[in-house]
T-cell receptor, first 115, second 109 residues
């Protein structure tokens, strides 16, 4: 069982370049999320999707876009990367069903460095 | 604003007991989560509290007091593999998770 898979694991790119981080889950979860994690800060929500075909903005959405064409995939795109987007990015999913705790399942993370 | 506070770092001895505290101020409350995150890895779910009291799960227990905006994670019989960061998160009235910065727990032999 793969769970939730992210790619790439690590990437260095030049400022101004476009980059897409991929996220795929095989648990048929309704809800998916993108977080960034920076030293000394809590996980910060970038974008989320409660179900296929819908997306929403989180706490720090500027400079990022997402799409949710189907249940399994939730890519995150940086249209024009800037150094402040250097971070570790985690994709997560949850069942999102009423009565469940809302436990999140995380991917292994994508370490992005923007120079 | 919404805020989650937890100590930055704690040190404990193998075999001992440690308590990691978390205080919160959020817009509404729909549950409190604890996650464990080993260095360089993804967070993994440990516990969920929505009612006051203690939830026990093996060596780990989590306590919640909603009136005090307070929770703690209690780890017993510490093992070296418990060295990790422990993340406290609260689900607010909009069912969004607010995360603390995490507590790095160092276990010494």
């Amino acid at each position: 069982i793969a769970g939730i898979t992210q790619a790439p694991t690590s990437q260095i790119l030049a400022a101004g370049r476009r980059m897409t981080l991929r996220c795929t889950q095989d648990m048929r979860h309704n809800a998916m999320y993108w977080y960034r994690q920076d030293l000394g800060l809590g996980l910060r929500l970038i974008h989320y999707s409660n179900t296929a075909g819908t997306t929403g903005k989180g706490e720090v959405p500027d400079g990022y876009s997402v799409s949710r064409a189907n249940t399994d995939d939730f890519p995150l795109t940086l249209a024009s990367a800037v150094p402040s987007q250097t971070s570790v990015y985690f994709c997560a999913s949850s069942d999102g069903l009423a009565g469940n705790t809302g436990e999140l399942f995380f991917g292994e993370g994508s370490r992005l460095t923007v120079l | 604003g919404q805020n989650i506070d937890q100590p930055t770092e704690m040190t404990a001895t193998e075999g001992a007991i440690v308590q990691i505290n978390c205080t919160y101020q959020t817009s509404g409350f729909n549950g409190l989560f604890w996650y464990q995150q080993h260095a360089g890895e993804a967070p993994t779910f440990l516990s969920y509290n929505v009612l006051d009291g203690l939830e026990e799960k093996g060596r780990f227990s989590s306590f919640l007091s909603r009136s005090k905006g307070y929770s703690y994670l209690l780890l017993k019989e510490l093992q070296m593999k418990d060295s990790a960061s422990y993340l406290c998160a609260v689900m607010d009235s909009n069912y969004q998770l607010i995360w603390g910065a995490g507590t790095k727990l160092i276990i010494k032999p």
